[in-house]
């Protein structure tokens, strides 16, 4: 089958599918524009969520678009080596859960209803230098531009293949649909079209491989012609060539899973529940929706192997749900199929873009530039924010063979080692110090950004790996150094 026939671009009703989708959503916004008083609605919703939105919202916030272009093109070059990133995310997913959500909600509204991890970090170790606000603030608007930029370049992949724009063009139109929502209506508008788009995204990654094995004859007959591409695809203990994978390739895989504790994205959901006892229920909904979701995934991947030709190669290959759904189904079908990767886009992008406004707005406007400033004034700059760091978002994202994984692992890396030992140590740990929480903010976000330049050897593990460690480290050893010592006893 030639992959020339699988180009959805040229058939209106999946044009106007997608076109509905993008309306539906930017209607949400402008409901949600309507509940928006205040700073504290913009970036955590009022802390209102029940538990599906809770889920949903922070799952689908998490996976992105790699979900349905990153990791099914891995998958379909790298074969069941992808199974283990797949198996790292899962058990990242279920950890974070069940040891940080609830600790960082009760912590952050003990801390005066701290809305952003910045102002969290500050009152928790009452930092009067506020340089824990500061660099935790700078981090996340580095990281979050070029995570930001991932979901960009996946929007602009889709609007590339379906509109048939030229890339540039693609990228302007995907930052614009998701701009539309997040400017008007801020969190709510976030969560409450993160809940349709999960259940979207669910619905496409289940249906796809389905419809993949019916046409093949089932799972036997689709091992059969993928071994006879390259057997070495089916065994998770190989890369493609056959050869065993090393120690530093499965730790690299697996590492992943660190990632989770630091996501500031998939943190401010748990910070906006509106009940605790509602996230062990939200816990279990997201956990099953990670498994099915990545599941799904990985199978589109390695069953398109023997079912696209020629093969797909270099940033090609994360268009292959794209192709596969235009070779599988009706227009009108294949329209709201193709709707999940914008769903995935949107739904990641537009929380990037949130967390990244609020820790310019409250963490650095409002702090050190209008402490007097009202709630309409940081709400109106918030958007701002929005729109400015979309720009920037778009710089990096331009050239149009940036990948959209490598992207997501520097971002995911960059998160996973600044925030996840430092937020965690602060949630368990009593003897923590402020320099200690420095400390393990700058480890981990400097160990990423050098490391990344490095090659050859250890160096290409996994930036997130090291940079947890190192932080980890850094925490423990400066808290013990600085440490107040009790007074001696005198006689």
Same mark, same amino acid.
């Given at each position: *089958?030639?992959?020339a026939?699988?180009q959805p671009?040229?058939?209106?009703?999946?044009?106007? #599918?997608?076109?509905?989708?993008?309306?539906?959503?930017?209607?949400?916004?402008?409901?949600?524009?309507?509940?928006?008083? @205040?700073?504290?609605?913009?970036?955590?919703?009022?802390?209102? =969520?029940g538990?599906w939105v809770?889920?949903?919202?922070?799952?689908?916030? @998490? *996976?992105?678009?790699?979900?349905?272009?990153?990791?099914p093109?891995?998958?379909?070059?790298?074969?069941?080596?992808?199974?283990?990133?797949?198996?790292?995310l899962?058990?990242?997913?279920?950890?974070n859960?069940?040891? *940080?959500?609830? $600790?960082?909600?009760?912590?952050?509204?003990?801390?005066g209803?701290?809305l952003?991890?910045?102002?969290?970090?500050?009152?928790?170790f009452?930092?009067?230098?506020?340089?824990?606000?500061?660099?935790?603030? #700078?981090?996340?608007?580095?990281?979050?531009?070029?995570?930001?930029?991932?979901g960009?370049?996946?929007?602009?992949?889709?609007?590339?293949?379906?509109?048939?724009?030229?890339?540039?063009?693609?990228?302007?139109?995907?930052?614009?649909?998701?701009?539309?929502?997040?400017?008007?209506?801020?969190?709510l508008?976030?969560?409450?079209?993160?809940?349709?788009?999960?259940?979207?995204m669910?619905?496409?990654?289940?249906?796809?491989?389905?419809?993949?094995?019916?046409?093949?004859?089932?799972?036997?007959? #689709?091992?059969t012609r993928?071994?006879?591409?390259?057997?070495?695809l089916?065994?998770?203990?190989?890369?493609?060539?056959?050869?065993?994978?090393?120690?530093?390739?499965?730790?690299?895989l697996l590492?992943?899973?660190?990632?989770?504790?630091?996501?500031?994205?998939?943190?401010?959901?748990f910070?906006?529940?509106?009940?605790?006892?509602?996230?062990g229920p939200?816990?279990?909904?997201?956990?099953?929706?990670?498994t099915?979701?990545?599941?799904?995934?990985?199978?589109?991947?390695l069953?398109?192997?023997?079912?696209?030709h020629? $093969?797909?190669?270099?940033?090609?290959t994360?268009?292959?749900?794209?192709?596969l759904?235009g070779?599988?189904?009706?227009p009108?079908?294949?329209?709201?199929?193709?709707?999940?990767?914008l769903?995935?886009?949107?739904?990641?992008?537009?929380s990037? =873009?949130?967390?990244?406004?609020?820790?310019?707005?409250?963490?650095?406007?409002?702090?050190?530039?209008?402490?007097?400033a009202?709630?309409?004034?940081?709400?109106?700059?918030?958007?701002a924010?929005?729109?400015?760091?979309?720009?920037?978002?778009?710089?990096?994202?331009?050239?149009?063979?940036?990948?959209?994984? @490598?992207?997501?692992?520097?971002?995911?890396?960059?998160?996973?080692?600044a925030?996840?030992?430092?937020?965690?140590?602060?949630?368990?740990?009593?003897? *923590?110090t402020r320099?200690?929480?420095?400390?393990?903010l700058l480890?981990?976000?400097? #160990?990423?950004?050098?490391?990344?330049?490095?090659?050859?050897?250890?160096?290409?593990l996994?930036?997130?790996v090291?940079?947890?460690?190192?932080s980890?480290?850094?925490i423990?050893?400066?808290?013990?150094?600085?440490?107040?010592r009790p007074?001696r006893?005198?006689?």
């Amino acid at each position: *089958m030639n992959t020339a026939a699988s180009q959805p671009g040229t058939d209106p009703t999946i044009l106007w #599918t997608i076109l509905a989708y993008i309306a539906a959503m930017t209607i949400i916004g402008l409901l949600a524009w309507r509940r928006t008083a @205040d700073l504290s609605d913009f970036i955590l919703g009022g802390r209102r =969520l029940g538990r599906w939105v809770t889920a949903l919202s922070a799952e689908a916030s @998490d *996976m992105s678009g790699w979900l349905l272009l990153g990791l099914p093109g891995f998958a379909y070059a790298s074969g069941l080596e992808a199974a283990w990133l797949a198996g790292g995310l899962l058990v990242g997913t279920w950890l974070n859960w069940r040891f *940080m959500a609830a $600790p960082l909600r009760k912590a952050t509204e003990r801390a005066g209803n701290a809305l952003t991890l910045p102002d969290y970090l500050e009152r928790r170790f009452a930092d009067p230098s506020r340089w824990l606000r500061l660099v935790s603030a #700078t981090f996340i608007l580095f990281f979050f531009t070029f995570y930001t930029g991932s979901g960009l370049a996946a929007g602009a992949r889709l609007f590339e293949t379906v509109f048939g724009l030229e890339y540039h063009a693609a990228l302007g139109v995907g930052a614009a649909a998701v701009l539309a929502y997040t400017f008007l209506g801020g969190f709510l508008a976030v969560s409450w079209t993160d809940l349709i788009q999960g259940l979207l995204m669910l619905f496409a990654l289940l249906l796809v491989p389905v419809a993949m094995l019916d046409e093949m004859g089932g799972w036997a007959q #689709t091992a059969t012609r993928i071994g006879q591409v390259n057997p070495a695809l089916l065994d998770p203990l190989t890369d493609t060539s056959g050869q065993p994978l090393g120690l530093i390739a499965v730790l690299s895989l697996l590492g992943w899973g660190l990632g989770y504790f630091g996501q500031p994205h998939i943190l401010a959901r748990f910070m906006a529940i509106h009940r605790i006892d509602e996230l062990g229920p939200a816990r279990r909904i997201a956990v099953g929706w990670v498994t099915l979701t990545l599941t799904g995934a990985t199978l589109v991947g390695l069953l398109a192997v023997p079912h696209l030709h020629p $093969p797909l190669e270099g940033p090609e290959t994360e268009k292959v749900f794209i192709h596969l759904v235009g070779l599988l189904f009706h227009p009108l079908l294949a329209g709201v199929l193709l709707s999940a990767i914008l769903a995935a886009v949107m739904s990641t992008a537009d929380s990037q =873009l949130l967390v990244a406004s609020s820790a310019l707005t409250e963490d650095f406007y409002r702090p050190f530039l209008r402490p007097q400033a009202t709630q309409r004034e940081l709400v109106w700059v918030g958007r701002a924010t929005v729109a400015g760091i979309a720009l920037l978002a778009m710089a990096l994202a331009w050239d149009p063979q940036s990948k959209v994984l @490598d992207l997501v692992a520097y971002a995911w890396a960059g998160f996973g080692a600044a925030f996840g030992p430092t937020l965690l140590l602060s949630l368990y740990w009593k003897g *923590m110090t402020r320099q200690g929480a420095l400390a393990g903010l700058l480890a981990g976000g400097l #160990t990423v950004i050098v490391w990344k330049q490095l090659e050859g050897g250890w160096f290409d593990l996994y930036e997130l790996v090291p940079g947890f460690a190192l932080s980890t480290a850094a925490i423990g050893l400066v808290s013990r150094l600085t440490r107040p010592r009790p007074a001696r006893r005198t006689e």
